[in-house]
């Protein structure tokens, strides 16, 4: 007899589209994934381990594009997320991107969990996901459009405007390696390069809509998890920042600590006369609504602004968020916030993700010393604060015109055309550092070298100040802090909850334990499924583990766990002439790291034992056969 | 008298308020966009949105447009509808300029104020939906807010 499952919280199903193969197909979801990964960016990841073809291309066309929803996802307060992941054409590494907007809850409530596309189409073409049912549509209509372009006319062309669109603009069509993947307009899938898989595929965009219901499994005590969710939200004075200016307040905050990544590196704070230009005050003048956000949520961190521009006439830009803007503004030496909303309306409409504003900030360093010449960038003067020079080399970066192929292939693709730029470089693993200066906060910003995507301050978002006061103050004990807000985030993200508004806008460890506790029991009210904090915390330890073995299988090893060279040796100049100090004791907590994670000190491989331990033998075994262990004495 | 009302200005179309409602009222353990006696409309590009739902009218239209009277208001000035002698035909639903009537699954659905404690009002994050009295200053402010909910629809659905 064939054992139907019954689901409380997930759809209960995951939907495979082989675009080679013209084939869609669903089935159900395993209760032993469930158990194990939780759902979200835990499937995505154990989902990708399995299925990419280690050996192929980067790009082949037979390594899944994945979107999946978790468990909480259009159920808990500050719960749309979704996770977008594949092979990274731009890292070559473990790929994922985290993004908002109602894509989560349509394609849930449309009956998937999670949605895997294999395979690639000979013509463009988009996906229609509509309650129960998929389709592969023609899209050579669509093709060559931007994002704003083609969500209005699939909107209309579904006949259905509250419809969640997730589309690449010309920059993902043309496989530039910065290219995203925006979700409703405005809300960009951003680093790792998900918008170039996308249009290697020929998918110029995903649409989803859905009726369904959802079953949980006990919803009065749903209902209360629920309502004391909202009450600790209400008690939180970050709830309050958030929703007066959104995340725009961390201009002020990071320039405040001198971790501004300003001249690509070599200053961290902007002097009052200077900063007053674009700090969260400025900003807050151009703000038309008081509120903005995702599905349920409870902060709004990101804005809407309309500029009236002398030089670009009146444009609107919706849904903008700290780390969208300061990139393309003072990052870049530009001073005039028009001029930034502008870049970051630019890339918004060409599917570009603000990691290319580090890319143009190291190009103008490199420009400055002379190691790009004029010529080679179709004549463009490229000095910093050239916000004409920006625009031009954005438009030539989304369509791969003369110069902007020099930014094709990422930060990566630089580095390999001008050898000299990798001491230059922000980055790890490949990923520019968009977020604060590591210099400027030791350890909060231990996570950019041990993320499994590269520099990335979403890994592990939270105040590890706050929650390292339950250990000793010495250095295991800020590194065990750190796990602690590491370890939390990945849950998050295995539920789809905003990181921002479960961990990143915490402000007591009261809050956080609050926070740990209600999210278990959101879960498990939700879903029946019963897990245990620590159980949850395994799962979480589990995504890290295998996602760090994918990129142990690409060749990574304890030496790419580092920071960009110029963190770890320049001063960083800082407020009244003093520094932060170089970046020094990197060594000793990734020691540190790796003994509390269950990874080999020498190699940062995942030990065998540590894999078996958490049910994952067959990946103990799969690194085996690729005699990787021979490497672990 | 307390009326429900809705505020675009401050609306973020997060929907908090058809997750608050199905689940207070909980049919079946489930919780559905449909089942919501109060859901958003929302228009992305125009970033315009709208609440379907009752405002407890003064003019109640659909209380005139039942074939059999089955429809009428009680003490909170709520809409109540006895089912005994519904027929189901829908006039309700297509008489409210607020679309805040639904028959769903043979039922017509209403808001039923939460019997004076709209969930909807205490989870929205923003106060875009409050529950006030409808005397002194407010009046004008309630049937500003009524008119807008009414004018702007069309500007929200249409494609």
Not at chain 1, 435 to 455: E, L
Not at chain 1, 467 to 493: H, W
Not at chain 1, 545 to 565: F, H, M, Q, S
Not at chain 2, 138 to 147: F, G, H, S, T, W
Request: net charge neutral; charged share 25%; aromatic share 8%.
């Amino acid at each position: 007899m064939l054992m139907v499952m019954e689901y409380f919280g997930y759809a209960g199903k995951i939907l495979y589209v082989d675009l080679s193969k013209n084939s869609i197909r669903q089935v159900p979801l395993e209760s032993s994934l469930i158990r194990d990964f939780v759902g979200g960016r835990g499937f995505a990841s154990k989902i990708l381990y399995d299925e990419v073809d280690v050996e192929a291309d980067v790009m082949a066309p037979q390594n899944p594009l994945i979107f999946a929803t978790g468990p909480l996802s259009d159920l808990a307060p500050s719960s749309s997320r979704l996770t977008i992941a594949a092979r990274s054409p731009s890292t070559r590494i473990h790929g994922d991107s985290n993004v908002g907007g109602l894509f989560a809850s349509e394609l849930k409530r449309a009956g998937y969990d999670v949605l895997v596309i294999k395979g690639k189409s000979e013509k463009p073409v988009y996906l229609w996901i509509n309650d129960g049912r998929a389709e592969i549509r023609d899209a050579k209509h669509l093709w060559g459009m931007t994002v704003p372009e083609v969500t209005k006319a699939l909107l209309k062309e579904v006949g259905d405007r509250e419809a969640s669109v997730a589309c690449i603009g010309p920059a993902g069509e043309n496989i530039v390696y910065s290219a995203a993947v925006i979700v409703d307009f405005d809300r960009a899938a951003s680093k790792t390069g998900m918008g170039a898989v996308m249009g290697n595929k020929k998918v110029k965009a995903v649409v989803v809509r859905g009726e369904n219901e959802t079953r949980i499994y006990d919803i009065q005590r749903f209902k209360k998890a629920f309502e004391e969710a909202i009450s600790i939200y209400e008690r939180e004075p970050t709830t309050k920042i958030g929703r007066a200016i959104g995340s725009h307040f961390l201009h002020d905050t990071h320039n405040a600590h001198g971790a501004l990544i300003l001249k690509n590196g070599r200053y961290g704070y902007l002097p009052p006369e200077v900063f007053k230009n674009v700090c969260a005050e400025a900003i807050n003048r151009y703000n038309v609504k008081s509120t903005s956000g995702c599905g349920y949520c409870y902060l709004g961190c990101t804005r809407n602004f309309v500029i009236d521009s002398k030089r670009h006439g009146k444009f609107m830009i919706t849904h903008l968020d700290y780390y969208g803007l300061a990139p393309l503004l003072y990052r870049l030496d530009i001073f005039d916030l028009e001029e930034g909303f502008y870049n970051a309306k630019l890339c918004e409409e060409l599917g570009l993700d603000m990691t290319v504003g580090q890319q143009i900030a190291l190009m103008m360093e490199l420009y400055e010393h002379g190691i790009v010449k004029r010529e080679e960038l179709d004549g463009i003067d490229l000095t910093w604060g050239n916000a004409d020079a920006v625009q031009t080399l954005l438009k030539k970066i989304a369509y791969k015109d003369g110069a902007g192929n020099i930014f094709a292939e990422g930060l990566l693709g630089i580095i390999k055309r001008y050898p000299e730029a990798s001491k230059y470089a922000i980055h790890v693993k490949g990923m520019d550092n968009i977020p604060q200066d590591a210099r400027a906060s030791r350890t909060y910003n231990f996570r950019y070298a041990v993320s499994t995507r590269g520099a990335d301050h979403m890994r592990a978002s939270g105040l590890s100040s706050l929650v390292g006061t339950m250990f000793p103050k010495d250095l295991p004990g800020a590194v065990q802090g750190f796990m602690a807000v590491e370890s939390l985030t990945t849950l998050i993200n295995l539920l789809e909850v905003c990181t921002w508004a479960w961990s990143a806008y915490t402000s007591s460890l009261e809050a956080f334990k609050d926070k740990e506790r209600v999210l278990v029991e959101l879960y498990n009210s939700a879903t029946g499924v019963n897990l245990s904090i620590d159980d949850l915390y395994r799962a979480a330890w589990r995504t890290l583990l295998i996602e760090r073995a994918e990129n142990v299988r690409y060749g990574l090893r304890r030496k790419d766990d580092t920071l960009p060279e110029r963190f770890l040796k320049e001063p960083l100049p800082t407020e009244g002439g003093k520094f932060h100090p170089p970046y020094t004791d990197l060594d000793d907590r990734l020691n540190i790291y790796y003994r509390e994670r269950g990874i080999d000190e020498k190699t940062g491989i995942p030990k065998k034992e540590t894999l078996k331990a958490l049910g994952l033998n067959y990946v103990a075994e799969d690194l085996n056969r690729r005699g990787i262990y021979m490497e672990v004495s | 008298m307390k009326k429900l009302i809705f505020d675009s200005n401050l609306c973020n179309w997060c929907r908090i308020c058809t997750l608050a409602c199905t689940l207070n009222h909980a049919p079946g353990n489930v919780i559905s966009n449909k089942t919501s006696r109060i859901r958003i409309r929302f228009n992305k590009e125009k970033t315009l949105s709208v609440a379907e739902v009752c405002v407890q009218c003064e003019e109640a239209p659909c209380i005139g447009a039942c074939p059999v009277s089955a429809l009428s208001k009680d003490g909170l000035g709520r809409i109540v509808v006895d089912n005994s002698l519904c027929i189901r035909c829908g006039s309700c639903v297509k008489a409210c300029p607020y679309h805040g009537i639904t028959l769903v699954n043979d039922r017509i659905l209403v808001c039923d104020l939460c019997d004076g404690d709209p969930a909807c009002v205490r989870w929205c994050p923003f106060k875009a939906i409050s529950y006030v009295e409808f005397s002194g200053e407010n009046v004008e402010r309630i049937k500003q807010l009524q008119n807008k909910m009414i004018n702007t629809y069309e500007e929200v659905v249409s494609i």
